[in-house]
């Protein structure tokens, strides 16, 4: 290709960021800010926006790095742009981003905007190679709406390398409350077909699950508990849970009275898995595919553990953070199957530091273990009272026919 052509395509390129960008700010200096005051109705922006990407998008399809860079250059200053308009925080002039909840007081118009710049940003680093930055970006997107299910399609296809990790934001995609992605399957399907034989936790979620799981293999427990939920294989996978949170709560045998040592973190987010397992089966007591609970003994021993811990450290829930959102709540926000168990948190504060999160999780699974043992224990007797009725039915006709 020419040099002439390729200065032509670029003029073109910054011709049509100009227009877009002029539009942008008009828009703002007439309607108001993106704080709630323009006519929520307005969409002209966003849908502009959709339209501008759509013409862009066959000179990003030329891989000319040249036209890339200009492209991306653009949706940085506009980014930059945006949040000059809504006078938000001082950003880095590269890795534009926001920590705050400005989202909160978006219009959701003006949501789906930064959303998909962020998206946009994302897509341009893909095309570079910076993967890196690529993901950086569809997580600043994430943060922005966690509900929708694209962000994390993106994220599926640049962390490939970390297979659970594809695994789980492919099973994000699929299980977006909003805008759910149905092809995230075919890129799930093709890990698993790519990467089975390399990873053996593959096998048993994905292909029979009679294969052992390999704890040790396990990286980050509540991608893994994830992906398992999406299996529809929790109850393969809740030994192996219950023995990795046993395993941190270690008694102290040094002391006179038997007292459990306070973890100093969810490692490997071994609580939070835990707390969304009990979630799941406590949404599941009825189902027929859980009507052997051989975990009940299990369950009560951790809760043992869990109150001597509790009594050790006299911990308690402050009246004012009940209910509120944890780490990990935060992480799995619009992910469809935790939809109710979410609408109870609140969600309107930053999650505790590391030792208070940790904390209240305990707290938290303590109380939540109280109902699913009572749960599981109405279900066994009420089994086990079937159990006896048949036997004495079929004792009864068996006695009709002898005689």
């Given at each position: ?187 799930m399907d093709s890990l698993v077909n790519r990467c089975s034989l390399m990873n053996p936790n593959i096998e048993p979620l994905f292909i029979n699950e009679e294969s052992k799981i390999d704890s040790d293999r396990v990286d980050n427990w509540l991608h893994f ?179």
């Amino acid at each position: 290709m020419s040099i002439e052509d390729s200065e032509e395509k670029q003029k073109i390129v910054a011709s049509l960021c100009e227009k877009y960008l002029q539009k942008l700010v008009n828009n703002y200096k007439q309607h108001g800010d993106m704080n709630g005051t323009s006519d929520s109705n307005d969409s002209s922006i966003y849908s502009a926006e959709i339209h501008l990407w759509n013409q862009l998008k066959k000179y990003i399809d030329t891989h000319e790095n040249n036209l890339v860079n200009c492209i991306h250059g653009f949706y940085v200053y506009i980014l930059q742009a945006l949040y000059s308009l809504t006078k938000g925080p001082a950003m880095d002039l590269y890795f534009v981003r926001c920590r705050t909840n400005i989202s909160v007081d978006l219009k959701e118009v003006d949501k789906l905007l930064l959303y998909n710049i962020y998206m946009r940003l994302g897509d341009l680093n893909r095309s570079l190679k910076n993967l890196k930055v690529s993901k950086y970006y569809y997580l600043q997107a994430c943060e922005i709406d966690p509900c929708r299910g694209h962000a994390y399609n993106q994220l599926s296809l640049v962390t490939t390398a970390q297979v659970f990790n594809s695994l789980y934001y492919s099973v994000r995609a699929l299980m977006a409350t909003e805008d759910a992605i149905s092809s995230a399957k075919n890129n799930m399907d093709s890990l698993v077909n790519r990467c089975s034989l390399m990873n053996p936790n593959i096998e048993p979620l994905f292909i029979n699950e009679e294969s052992k799981i390999d704890s040790d293999r396990v990286d980050n427990w509540l991608h893994f508990i994830v992906v398992t939920i999406y299996c529809d294989k929790v109850k393969i996978v809740l030994t192996h849970v219950i023995k990795e949170v046993d395993k941190h709560l270690i008694v102290d045998s040094q002391k006179p009275i038997e007292t459990i040592t306070m973890p100093k973190s969810d490692h490997k987010w071994i609580f939070s898995a835990f707390d969304v397992t009990i979630d799941i089966l406590t949404s599941q007591v009825s189902d027929d595919k859980l009507n052997s609970f051989e975990f009940e003994k299990e369950m009560i021993e951790i809760k043992g553990k869990l109150l001597t811990l509790i009594r050790d450290k006299n911990l308690t829930i402050n009246s004012s953070k009940k209910g509120l959102a944890l780490k990990h709540d935060y992480l799995l926000c619009g992910f469809a199957p935790l939809k109710d168990n979410h609408k109870q948190l609140d969600f309107n504060v930053d999650p505790p530091r590391d030792q208070e999160n940790v904390q209240q999780l305990i707290l938290r699974i303590s109380g939540k273990l109280d109902k699913l043992i009572s749960l599981m224990a109405e279900k066994n007797a009420k089994n086990r009272a079937k159990k006896s009725r048949n036997i004495a039915l079929q004792s009864i006709l068996g006695s009709k026919g002898s005689s």
